[in-house]
């Protein structure tokens, strides 16, 4: 590979690392993507290249295509909710883009999860990096005309399903998370009900690999006592690290030295709405691995 190929990719990397992480909700065959991206533009001749943000995207979304297309058997067979891995970004990289943040929130990823792969990538690839129709098509081999209806339902599909997105100031967040787990730790349940949206969801993804919930909890009290229990299993050796996981803060559970899990926070009108505690030990496996994300 020359230097010329080396360098737009590597400058590219946090947007193409964005596309492959949002179509696939899995960091770490997001890598494997861009791996295998990386070898097969070696091979480009860049004389033959008009542009190579759209020449690398389209690359990638489509490897990121037949990456997710191939996971289709391993969902149906998944034991509980699913749930995209938990990504470990800089705070700044999200709360500099509102598009961005709300394009990486766990909220968003989940929604991303109920769409079809072509609706999946036509949607992010139109509505958070704003590449055109005729691009999008050339990158999952369909017409322009197609595009636009499958961008047009993929559109509706999301505001369906998603809350109206608020930018939570990452310092407010934190300190509301920070002071919800400190009460969880005395056990006071009324006081944590008082910091939960009264539809609170609790969602947790182990695939029965270790102790979790296998449905979505609800309801302010019943999360509030769940989490009071969690934290009482935890035992002497059991400790939370802050952190920052798509965009929102979040818990790094840990048992003496051992990963337990990542739970993440979902903040509206300054209540807590959703926790996503990730459990399955196969998708912890990344989780302290810090990724650059961006836009351009």
Not at 21 to 37: C, H, N, R, S
Request: aromatic share 6%; glycine share 8%; charged share 25%.
């Amino acid at each position: 590979m020359s230097e010329e190929h080396a360098e737009r990719f590597t400058r590219l990397r946090p947007l193409l690392f964005t596309i492959a992480y949002e179509i696939l909700g899995a960091a770490t065959e997001a890598e494997d993507v861009l791996q295998d991206g990386y070898l097969r533009w070696a091979e480009v001749d860049l004389d033959t290249v008009e542009d190579t943000k759209a020449y690398l995207a389209r690359l990638v979304t489509r490897q990121a295509l037949n990456a997710l297309r191939a996971q289709s058997r391993r969902r149906e067979e998944y034991v509980g909710p699913w749930l995209p891995e938990p990504v470990l970004v800089d705070a700044g990289d999200a709360s500099s883009d509102v598009v961005l943040a709300e394009s990486v929130s766990m909220a968003m990823m989940v929604v991303l999860e109920t769409l079809s792969p072509d609706e999946r990538a036509v949607f992010v690839l139109r509505e958070v990096f704003g590449f055109d129709h005729g691009e999008i098509a050339k990158a999952i081999g369909k017409s322009p005309a197609a595009v636009r209806q499958i961008s047009h339902r993929a559109r509706e599909h999301v505001q369906a399903r998603r809350r109206r997105f608020e930018p939570v100031d990452p310092a407010t967040s934190s300190e509301i998370t920070a002071q919800f787990f400190a009460t969880a730790a005395t056990g006071d349940v009324n006081g944590l009900i008082g910091m939960l949206a009264p539809d609170v969801v609790w969602t947790a993804d182990s695939d029965g690999k270790v102790s979790a919930a296998r449905r979505p909890v609800s309801g302010a009290d019943s999360v509030a006592r769940l989490i009071v229990g969690l934290i009482r299993l935890g035992g002497p050796d059991g400790r939370a690290e802050p952190a920052f996981y798509n965009g929102a803060p979040a818990l790094v559970l840990y048992t003496g030295d051992k990963l337990e899990g990542v739970v993440s926070v979902e903040i509206v009108d300054g209540k807590i709405a959703n926790f996503y505690a990730m459990r399955n030990p196969e998708k912890l496996a990344g989780v302290t691995v810090s990724r650059a994300i961006g836009r351009v």
